[in-house]
């Protein structure tokens, strides 16, 4: 039997794939296929009684359980066709409690699948980053640059406050932004207030005046705060909201229409330099509204500023190439994710504990998706190692003895 061609999976009622083509021994027969567990499934799920499966031309089944059953479409069992020891292998990756489930065996897998497999992946994780981006330009009426405000805001709010940042980012339209944007204390006033940060009574003279701004400017435009609270504790004090928003405020001060400019930039240095922004002469002692410190420029620091390009500034220069179809631009953001260093967290010190590269931000990536959607569900038949450690399997003596390969 040659499947010349699968189908085509059907979504919708009926057999699993439609149309496809297949030759059993001299004939060609072109219909549909249905895959079962058992082939008494075919009368247990009352197949024979669905005209939608009149032209299934072939049943697949794991076990054939009824051999002398008259049947209307050929059965191609899978049982006695699957070695036993994939099985085995197969079963332990699925209850294997590690880190991922091929911990002991991943290092195994040649370097050249590692590296094609890697670099899928960091397609893959911008394609769904994409998707995102989408979703947000059918929100907003497709306006690229609220877009990228959006996701900026997001981003500056880090993993703690990321929801909270974007829902003030939300509130905020560009076009209100742009008419503050050669008066930065109203841009701080703007997004703190926003933030909830601005309510209650202080001391210092700034946060009274920061205070009087936002009561103004909220009343002008109906503003209404957001609800969902913004977090300090367990934070090192440079991540705090207030310092993240009032960097993010020196950011909208000093460049307009950020994403079109990104989009003209060809240099990545002038982007770590346009997003290397610090924060107002209040911040230089200040952590928050109530407490002096001792004096430090909140200056955005090197690994937030690859942390913007990596997860902001990279996907939307992808999906712009996407969306209008520009090859150049796709390039520049995959080169520029290959010029960042290698991001370190959980997840890629688990991965370089067991011996797999992490040499730039797009492996990183790579193993971010790796992990994500294929290790923590288990989706090693998915997955380029899983298959090449399957395959390895083959070539081990004790298996081609057992099973006569040889």
């Known amino acids: 039997m040659w ?7 059907n979504a919708n009622q009926g057999p699993d794939f439609l149309q496809a083509r297949i030759k059993i021994e001299n004939t060609l027969w072109i219909g549909h296929v249905e895959l079962h567990v058992k082939t008494s499934d075919w009368f247990r799920h009352a197949h024979q009684h669905d005209r939608n499966y009149d032209n299934v031309v072939l049943h697949v089944v794991w076990e054939h359980d009824l051999p002398d ?15 036993r020891l994939l099985l085995q292998q197969y ?48 929100q907003n009426n497709q306006h690229w640059e609220e877009t990228f405000w959006w996701l900026l805001a997001r981003n500056f709010g880090t993993t703690v406050n990321a929801e909270p940042f974007e829902a003030v980012a939300r509130t905020l339209p560009v076009t209100l932004l742009a008419r503050h944007r050669n008066q930065l204390n109203q841009l701080e006033a703007l997004l703190m207030g926003q933030c909830g940060l601005l309510e209650g009574d202080f001391d210092n003279r700034y946060a009274i005046m920061l205070q009087k701004e936002y009561r103004y400017l909220r009343k002008k435009y109906s503003l209404q705060p957001i609800r969902q609270p913004v977090h300090f504790l367990r934070m090192r ?4 909201p207030t310092v ?24 990545l240095g002038d982007i770590k330099k346009l997003l290397s922004v610090t924060a107002s002469d209040f911040w230089n002692y200040h952590y928050t509204f109530s407490d002096m410190a001792d004096y430090q420029p909140k200056k955005a620091g090197r690994q937030m500023v690859h942390t913007i390009i990596i997860n902001t500034v990279v996907p ?49 990536q790579a193993l971010i998706e790796l992990k994500s959607r294929y290790c923590d569900h288990r989706k090693c038949l998915d997955c380029s190692i899983g298959n090449a450690l399957l395959k390895l399997q083959l070539t081990e003596p004790a298996f081609l003895k057992q099973w006569d390969l040889r």
């Open 91 to 138: 079963e332990n990756w699925m209850k294997s409690p590690s880190f991922i489930a091929c911990d002991q065996q991943a290092q195994h897998v040649r370097p050249i699948i590692w590296t094609a497999w890697k670099e899928r992946l960091s397609i893959e994780r911008l394609q769904h980053r994409t998707t995102t981006i989408i979703s947000y330009l059918q």
């Open 237 to 240: 004090p440079m991540n705090f």
């Open 69 to 83: 059953h008259h049947l209307t479409a050929p059965v191609f069992s899978l049982q006695s066709r699957v070695p």
């Open 316 to 364: 939307m220069l992808f999906a712009w190439g996407v969306m209008h179809n520009d090859e150049q631009l796709k390039n520049r953001a995959l080169y520029w994710l290959e010029s960042m260093p290698a991001e370190r967290n959980h997840i890629t010190d688990g991965f370089t504990s067991l011996g797999i590269s992490n040499t730039h931000a797009g492996h990183s």
């Open 3 to 9: 499947v010349i061609h699968p189908g085509r999976f």
């Open 244 to 267: 993240r928003l009032a960097q993010l405020a020196a950011l909208i001060y000093q460049a307009g229409h950020l994403f079109a400019h990104i989009k003209e930039t060809a240099s």
